[in-house]
Antibody, heavy 122, light 108 residues
Framework: EVQLVESGGGLVKPGGSLRLSCAASGFTFSSYSMNWVRQAPGKGLEWVSSISSCSSYIYYADSVKGRFTISRDNAKNSLYLQMDSLRAEDTAVYYC???????????????WGKGTTVTVSS | EIVLTQSPGTLSLSPGERATLSCRASQSVSSSYLAWYQQKPGQAPRLLIYGASSRATGIPDRFSGSESGTDFTLTISRLEPEDFAVYYCQQYGGSPYTFGQGTKLEIK
């Protein structure tokens, strides 16, 4: 079964750090790009960051650029999001999502994890 | 950055009726790289439509997508009780991979 499982969420004070993980199973992780997407309480979806299959291409939303770092370990079938200098507005459910790439062209997010909750509060 | 504007914000319909959801892009979306997702309360989003009009695996044929220039439409031909949810459009043609603000489809 194709599956993504996020972990690492929790309560952190403003200015603090947190590292999210996403464990992939049931597919060839190294063949896919991956995304992080977040959803603040009662709000819509916000794309956060993307990483290509070999980590050659990395992109960030302006709202997190310079504070968040996406990475992956294909040997461990894992995706990560290092979040530093956290702010109250980073409070959200964070989802990892799979992105197929066909012929060098990115596709939509076709598999999603259930999400992990990050709360930034003093 | 491509801004996606969805309308209406909320759509109230009854089971069996036809639903038409709109997503307007602020500029051309590269190669029709526009997707639609469905999200139910407490659940992760689910991919419905990609490439503006192709159904994802396992999606019933009552869901269809279309495009006209920078206007994209998701149509649900006959609403089933399980279709009442929030729907998001998203462009994946280039970073930042923006989402629309969502349309809530509620039971009338």
């Amino acid at each position: 079964e194709v599956q993504l499982v996020e972990s690492g969420g929790g309560l952190v004070k403003p200015g603090g750090s947190l590292r999210l993980s996403c464990a992939a199973s049931g597919f060839t992780f190294s063949s896919y790009s991956m995304n992080w997407v977040r959803q603040a309480p009662g709000k819509g979806l916000e794309w956060v960051s993307s990483i290509s299959s070999c980590s050659s291409y990395i992109y960030y939303a302006d709202s997190v650029k310079g504070r968040f770092t996406i990475s992956r370990d294909n040997a461990k079938n894992s995706l990560y999001l290092q979040m530093d200098s956290l702010r109250a507005e980073d409070t959200a459910v964070y989802y990892c999502a799979r992105v197929p790439v066909v012929g060098g062209t990115r596709g939509p997010m076709d598999v999603w994890g259930k999400g992990t909750t990050v709360t930034v509060s003093s | 950055e491509i801004v996606l504007t969805q309308s209406p914000g909320t759509l109230s319909l009854s089971p069996g009726e036809r639903a038409t959801l709109s997503c307007r892009a602020s500029q051309s979306v590269s190669s029709s790289y526009l997707a639609w997702y469905q999200q139910k309360p407490g659940q992760a989003p689910r991919l419905l439509i990609y490439g503006a009009s192709s159904r994802a695996t396992g999606i019933p044929d009552r869901f269809s997508g279309s495009e006209s220039g920078t206007d994209f439409t998701l149509t649900i031909s006959r609403l089933e009780p399980e279709d009442f949810a929030v729907y998001y459009c998203q462009q994946y043609g280039g970073s930042p991979y923006t989402f629309g603000q969502g349309t809530k489809l509620e039971i009338k």
